[in-house]
């Protein structure tokens, strides 16, 4: 005697209510995300844009035209290009000095530094940033660049010696004995075996200092009293407060332009950026 066994169910009775819910959510979720950024293109080709979105009448390149001049854009594109590219670079090489030996030798009070790495992490900007200013003017840092990208640096390296720090110790040690062998110094081994092997992990960190240091309004708006040293971060406030009546299409065509270096950085990197998000999975599994 057989049995005819029942045929198997794909879904629950509630399962398809919980999807159709979770689908509506995050259509919304990406409406709240895209909705913005179609009226930052709209905007910026139309002449006569508002804060409400609509199809310009005659689309054209004005808005442009009128913001891509050397003192609106071209001077503080180069300023915040200088202070990103400057603060991110600081922040590897000195995360990769200061997390090999957290990962290699075991320090005394190595656990007690990852700790207070993680605490100076969560320090907020605004709360340590009298003291900072004060300092600065004792130090002649005020309106220097200098100021601004030793600032900016010392505030993004925990999180990147945090992070550094695993990925030196996804690096085999055996490796870099094998480096020795060969009458390699320590920091010889670590910029030729271990930084080659963890490079996509470093470009990761690298680009987001960089985004970072480029979006950052409040330390320049800060420490930068000159106008012609602001980046596009801080020019960005002072073109929006100009007129008496806001433009909003070259306030737009601004932006745009704003993002164009960034979205240019990352699809340079975006290689190195899946295979540092790879390996940062891997080290933390």
């Known amino acids: 005697m057989t049995t005819t066994m029942p045929a198997r169910r794909w879904w629950r009775p509630g399962q398809w209510s919980a999807r159709v ?17 179609l009226w930052l293109l709209e905007a910026a080709v139309n002449p006569t844009a508002t804060v409400s979105l609509s ?11 009128a913001v891509l001049t050397v003192e609106t854009t071209f001077r503080p594109m180069l300023n915040g290009l200088v202070i990103s590219l400057a603060t991110a670079a600081i922040v590897v090489v000195c995360a990769v000095l200061a997390a090999y ?4 030798y075991r320090l005394r009070f190595g656990t007690s530094f990852l700790y207070v790495m993680v605490f100076g992490s969560a320090l907020p900007m605004t709360a340590i940033m009298i003291p900072v200013y004060q300092m600065f003017v004792w130090l ?35 490796l870099e004995e094998s480096a020795w062998t060969e009458g390699a110094s320590r920091l010889r081994a ?13 470009t990761t960190i690298f680009v987001f200092n960089v985004i970072e240091a480029w979006g950052n309004f409040f330390v ?38 704003y993002t164009a270096p960034i979205l240019v ?3 340079l990197v975006q290689r190195y950026l899946q295979q540092g998000f790879r390996m940062a999975g891997a080290v933390k599994s």
């Open 101 to 104: 030996p957290l990962s290699r």
């Open 140 to 174: 002649e840092l005020i309106d220097s660049y200098t100021g601004v990208i030793l600032f900016m640096a010392a505030s993004a390296l925990p999180y990147a010696i945090w992070m550094t720090k695993n990925f030196i110790d996804g690096v085999p040690i055996e």
């Open 220 to 257: 320049p708006y800060i420490l930068l009293l000159d106008p012609e040293k602001a980046p596009m971060s801080v020019s960005l406030y002072t073109f929006f407060g100009q007129h008496g009546v806001i433009i909003y299409g070259q306030l737009a065509a601004f932006a745009v332009t």
């Open 21 to 37: 819910s979770a689908n509506l959510v995050l259509l919304l979720v990406a409406i709240a995300f895209v909705a913005p950024l």
């Open 55 to 65: 199809a310009p009448a005659h689309p054209g390149w004005d808005n442009f035209r």
């Open 190 to 202: 670590l910029w030729r075996v271990v930084v080659p092997l963890m490079l996509p992990g470093l």
């Open 265 to 267: 950085l990352y699809l």
